[in-house]
């Protein structure tokens, strides 16, 4: 069962020749959703020989223009590639008349398909959107403009029936749904089968956290605790501080703060401003705070 | 003195792998315009290794977000860049109320450089922009919504004065640039020495006409008769006349149809729907009309 990441672009305000603007395909057990879109995204889909029709359901942490400005483009496209499945969008509330005003100067008739807008707000966390699969929460972060992270947590996972078992026990095989999800079994003499005898533990709920873009917030910790990825902006190093400071944007030692204080797995950095050549400073400053740290590359891909 | 055009984007509505939606860079002795600025624009400049921060002015021929999608991110690079310089924009009316509401939502204080608007309509050809070097003249085209193409012409140049003849007629420096101007010297004699004994015909005035998007227009021809190049929008081949029409779109023998007409130097095409795998077709149809036919790809640089 995946829960993939693609990395379409982790470039900071200023794209550079290697790193566009902010987007992220995450495929979670096949439910495809967008995180950011930034100019040029439905590029990097294409360039990556990735599915643009697959996306369900699309993420928007902000509206400054690199995170969102691919995505009257992207729509678009889906539009005249013959899309009619609904797109569920979810972010800033001014979104939807930004998006209205686009295609109505266009004069498009309309989108072939229709567009589902969930708001968020930047004041508490609380759960946007929820299926079978997974959930996802807004975080409140800390920015020059209202700002939310996402945590993508896959729901509980069913018991893993052991198949042996349907024999040994003799289950008849409607009854394995409800033992997966922890039934115990009576079988016809009365004698009761425990769960643990039929089952293995789940598998483990996966969890990923995007948090961009950012000032150091420590309030974050407690929705991030023990995820399996977190993304988190890392605009400057710590020779630029005081920029950091002034465009509310984390330094990789901030980023690395937060991930050691919320136990997570691993770490990936990105929207590193375009001033730095190279990303060596961010990894040694990184690396103080927190070890399991990975730089993120336009087309990587971050398996959970 | 140069006349270049960078194509930075010739794809249609759908970028593809290797065609960016459209935006070309033209330098006009040493003005640099921006011709459109589909999504994706900033990223294709750093590309090509162009400067940015030389454009001036910017002409955007419709509001389709393959034309204009580039350009709140363009001007948001050329801010954080420190551009101080005012950049002027000719394009349809809304254009500034958009770009406006963007960076209003963004909360931007405001770009660091002013931003000069020039409203274009789509009834009669006007003068849209002009300087000591060129005119722009806006050409009504037929498309969906409203939109012009432009003719960039270079002013009449002055006389070419011959080095020489400064010694031999003794013509003191001042009154160097009037004879470039046409006038005749009068010698301390009273001799008249005529202006075609000290100068040459001036360098030709060069032209380029971008026409896009548009169907079939004749009233185009005698805004763009003899121009150097033109580029004409060419979005699909004979076989899809049909979608053509619905669309507003131009075959590529509408477009050398239009060249042949206008007996301009060279034809440009470009804005190829996305379903074509090459461009051999739109060659063979155009050369029926006109030969002298280049197709255009991202990168490609026309000198006139």
Chains 1, 2 share one sequence.
Do not use: W
């Not at 691919?70 to 499945?85: D, V």
């Not at 425990?194 to 917030?217: G, Q």
């Not at 901030?254 to 797995?265: G, L, N, Q, S, W």
């Amino acid at each position: 069962v995946k829960f993939e990441i693609n990395i379409l672009g982790c470039g900071g305000a200023m794209p550079t020749r290697h790193r566009n603007p902010s987007a992220q395909l995450i495929n979670i057990q096949e439910h495809y959703c967008l995180m950011d879109c930034g100019e040029g995204t439905q590029m990097q889909i294409r360039r990556f020989g990735l599915r643009m029709q697959r996306i369900e359901t699309i993420f928007i942490s902000h509206l400054h223009g690199d995170h969102y400005l691919g995505l009257p483009g992207l729509l678009q496209t889906m539009h005249l590639l013959g899309r009619t499945k609904e797109v569920t969008v979810v972010g800033p509330p001014q979104l939807e008349q930004l998006l209205t005003d686009h295609f109505k100067l266009a004069s498009t008739k309309g989108l072939r398909f229709p567009i589902q807008y969930i708001k968020t707000q930047a004041k508490t966390a609380e759960v946007v959107f929820e299926n079978k699969k997974f959930s996802v929460t807004s975080v409140p972060l800390k920015h020059k403009i209202a700002t939310t992270g996402f945590v993508f947590r896959e729901q509980e996972k069913p018991r893993r029936f052991i198949p042996s078992a349907a024999e040994e026990f003799s289950i008849p095989y409607y009854r394995i749904d409800g033992i997966k999800n922890g039934d115990d079994f009576i079988q016809e003499d009365g004698t009761v089968i425990p769960n643990k005898e039929m089952t293995l533990d789940p598998e483990p709920a996966l969890a990923y956290a995007y948090m961009s873009d950012t000032a150091y917030k420590e309030s974050i910790v407690e929705h991030i605790t023990g995820v399996n990825a977190l993304y988190h902006e890392a605009s400057f190093t710590e020779e630029n501080r005081k920029r950091a400071k002034e465009t509310f944007h984390s330094t990789a030692s901030d980023a690395a703060k937060i991930a050691a204080m919320a136990k997570v797995k691993h770490l990936y950095l990105g929207h590193f401003s375009a001033r730095y050549k190279n990303t060596d400073g961010f990894v040694a400053e990184g690396r103080v705070h927190f070890e399991d740290l990975t730089i993120c590359e336009d087309g990587m891909t971050i398996t959970l």
